[in-house]
C-alpha cells in the first residue's frame, strides 16, 4: 500500500515539548456544510482543547504503543500515537455512541449506539499510510444489536466478541439471527428484561474467557441501581457467581494482571486491587475524575477520566475527595506508574467533551489511524485478497 492510498483526515498532531500544543477538533460533527440564502449562519462549535504531558510521544515510542479511547457523549473514538519525528499524533473519528473498546495491532472491535463494530488494520508490517501511520483500522463489519447500552467488552479465545449487555443485566455474545445471545446474568437477576436494574458494567477477561464483572449493585427492579451509587456496588466471579468484592462505589473496568484483580472505584476517584480474603477493596492512587475505561501494561495502568455529571451522580464520595485535595475533575488519559504510584504521563481534554468511556492499549503499533463511520473513504478504501493463482488453468 502506498503513501496516497489513505487520506488522514481530521488528524492533529501535538508539538510533544509543549503541553499546550494540541488543539483544534469540534465537539460537533466534523461535516460541516454552508448555509443557503437568507438562513441565519449558525454559530461554529466550540473546539476540543487537546493537552499532553512533555514526552509522552517518546514514553509512547520506548513502550511500543499507542491507544485508543472512546468518548459517548461526542461519538468519537480517539487515537494515539507516536509520530516518526516525535510529534504526538492525534487521530479522530465519529461514531455514534462510541462505547467499549478492545483490540491489538491485528483488529479492534467497538461497541456503538445499536451495533458492534470490527475494525481491521489492513497495513502489513512494514507499510506506511502518510508516511506517518503504521496501523490503518478500517470497519470491515457492524454486527447490529439494536440499542441495548453495550459497555465493555472482551474477545474470547474462540475469536468470539463477548459484551457487557448493560440494559438486560446480562453477559451476551453475537447472534446470526437475534440481537444478542445471552450467556450468563448476575445471579440475583430473575430474568431478561431490558431494564437496567444493577449497572451492569465492567467486565475482566482472563485467559480468554470472561472471569470478573462490575455491577454498580444487587437490585433487581428497574433502575434500583441510582440510590445505591454510594456503597451497593460490587464484583462478582462470572464462573461461580460468587461476590468477591463489595462496598464500591460505582466500580468500573475490572482488569486482571500479574496476579492481582484492579478495579476502578470511580465514585471514590481511587484505582485500587480487590482483597479476596477480606472482599473489599484497596487503594491504591487517587485520580481528579471519574475514571472510566481502565488497561493495564508492562507495570503502568492507563485510566480514563471524565468530569462527573452532577445532576446524576452527584453526592458521592469523589467530590469530597477532590475538595480534600483542592482539585478539580478533569476530561482526559492519565498514565500512573503502579511501583510509585505517580502520574508520570498525561493527556487533557477541555471544552465541551467532558466524559470518555473505555481505551485500549494497542502494542507494538507505533502510530495509529482509523476510518470513520460515515468517512469518504470508505468509498475508496479498497483492499482484496488474490486467490485467483489457485484457479488457474494449465
Known amino acids: 500500500m502506498s503513501d496516497a ?4 483526515a481530521a488528524n492533529a498532531n501535538a508539538e510533544d515539548q509543549n503541553p499546550q500544543a494540541v488543539e483544534n477538533q469540534a465537539a460537533g460533527s466534523a461535516e460541516q456544510t454552508e448555509p443557503t440564502a437568507g438562513e441565519p449562519q449558525k454559530a461554529q462549535p466550540e473546539p ?69 463494530w470490527r475494525f481491521e488494520n489492513v497495513l502489513q508490517p512494514g507499510q506506511v499510510a502518510n508516511k506517518i501511520f503504521d496501523a ?41 439471527s437475534h440481537s444478542f445471545r445471552a450467556i450468563w446474568k448476575p445471579p440475583f437477576i430473575s430474568k431478561i428484561v431490558p431494564e437496567d436494574r444493577c449497572h451492569l458494567n465492567g467486565l475482566a477477561m482472563v485467559d480468554g474467557k470472561a472471569k470478573y464483572v462490575t455491577a454498580v449493585c444487587k437490585s433487581d427492579t428497574i433502575d434500583g441501581w441510582r440510590e445505591r451509587r454510594d456503597n451497593g456496588g460490587v464484583i462478582i466471579d462470572v464462573e461461580t457467581n460468587e461476590i468477591v468484592c463489595e462496598g464500591l462505589s460505582m466500580p468500573h473496568s475490572p482488569r486482571w ?22 472482599k473489599s477493596f484497596v487503594p491504591h492512587t487517587f485520580c481528579p475524575g471519574f475514571m472510566r475505561g481502565l488497561a ?31 482539585s478539580e475533575a478533569w476530561c482526559g488519559v492519565q498514565f500512573i506508574n503502579l511501583a510509585s504510584g505517580n502520574v508520570e504521563h498525561w493527556i487533557r481534554l477541555d471544552g465541551p467533551v467532558t466524559e470518555l468511556f473505555d481505551l485500549t492499549v494497542l502494542p507494538g503499533v507505533r502510530c495509529p489511524m482509523g476510518i470513520g463511520q460515515q468517512s469518504k473513504e470508505n468509498l475508496t478504501m479498497v483492499t482484496f485478497e488474490d486467490g485467483t493463482a489457485n484457479h488457474a488453468k494449465d
Open 5 to 8: 492510498d489513505v487520506t488522514a
Open 48 to 116: 476540543v482543547r487537546k493537552s499532553c504531558s512533555s514526552g509522552l510521544s517518546q514514553w509512547m515510542h520506548q513502550k511500543q504503543l499507542s491507544i485508543a479511547f472512546t468518548s459517548y457523549q461526542s461519538g468519537r473514538v480517539y487515537m494515539v500515537g507516536a509520530e516518526p519525528g516525535g510529534k504526538l499524533s492525534f487521530h479522530e473519528r465519529i461514531f455514534q455512541r462510541a462505547m467499549g473498546i478492545v483490540g491489538n495491532r491485528k483488529r479492534i472491535y467497538m461497541g456503538g449506539l445499536y451495533q458492534v
Open 136 to 176: 490503518c483500522y478500517v470497519p470491515r463489519n457492524a454486527q447490529f444489536t439494536g440499542e441495548v447500552d453495550i459497555h465493555e467488552l472482551g474477545i474470547q479465545k474462540d475469536g468470539k466478541i463477548i459484551f457487557v449487555n448493560t440494559k438486560y443485566n446480562c453477559l451476551a455474545e453475537l447472534s446470526l
Open 257 to 278: 494482571a500479574d496476579g492481582k484483580l484492579w478495579v476502578l472505584n470511580s465514585g471514590t476517584g481511587y484505582l485500587g486491587t480487590v482483597d479476596f480474603e477480606t
Open 296 to 326: 493495564i501494561h508492562d507495570g503502568y495502568a492507563i485510566v480514563g477520566l471524565s468530569k462527573p455529571r452532577y445532576e446524576r451522580f452527584e453526592g458521592l464520595q469523589l467530590d469530597q475527595n477532590l475538595a480534600d485535595k483542592d
